[in-house]
């Protein structure tokens, strides 16, 4: 069974650093891409990025990308966000998700209808 439990999230100032973590259990299975989507309230759930298990690419969202980025440390089964240069429009539950395989083109498969596993989400607000 894959879990994911994200823990890390907070309150900040705008301008500061957060860094979320995403705990995993181990996987079954060897190629997936891994990473964060993220709702704030009243608005859809949009991706923020992912790393790919198989080379360590990585996507980001336009709106975050050059701000967050995506590591992932394999011996600990942790995924990592470090966001910095945060805004109040980046306040919103951010969820750890996972898609199972391995694909061509990150930016195709990061989208949520597409997701086969999904963390409960961890709060971060930034506060202006």
């Known amino acids: 069974e894959v879990q994911l439990v994200e823990f890390g999230g907070g309150l900040v100032q705008a301008g500061g650093s957060l860094r979320p973590s995403c705990a995993t259990s181990?996987?079954?299975?060897?190629?997936?891409?891994i990473g964060w989507f993220r709702q704030a309230p009243g608005k859809e759930r949009e991706g923020v990025g992912c790393?790919?298990?198989?080379?360590?690419?990585?996507y980001y969202e336009p709106s975050v990308k050059g701000r967050f980025t995506i590591s992932s440390d394999n011996a600990k089964n942790t995924v990592y966000l470090q966001m910095n240069s945060l805004k109040p429009e980046d306040t919103a539950v951010y969820y750890c998700?996972?898609?199972?395989?391995?694909?061509?083109?990150?930016?195709?498969?990061?989208?949520?209808?597409?997701?086969?596993?999904w963390g409960e989400g961890t709060l971060v607000t930034v506060s202006s």
């Open positions: 998700a996972v898609f199972r395989g391995r694909p061509l083109l990150l930016h195709r498969i990061w989208a949520p209808n597409l997701i086969d596993y």
């Open positions: 181990r996987f079954t299975f060897d190629d997936y891409a």
């Open positions: 790393i790919s298990s198989s080379d360590g690419n990585t």
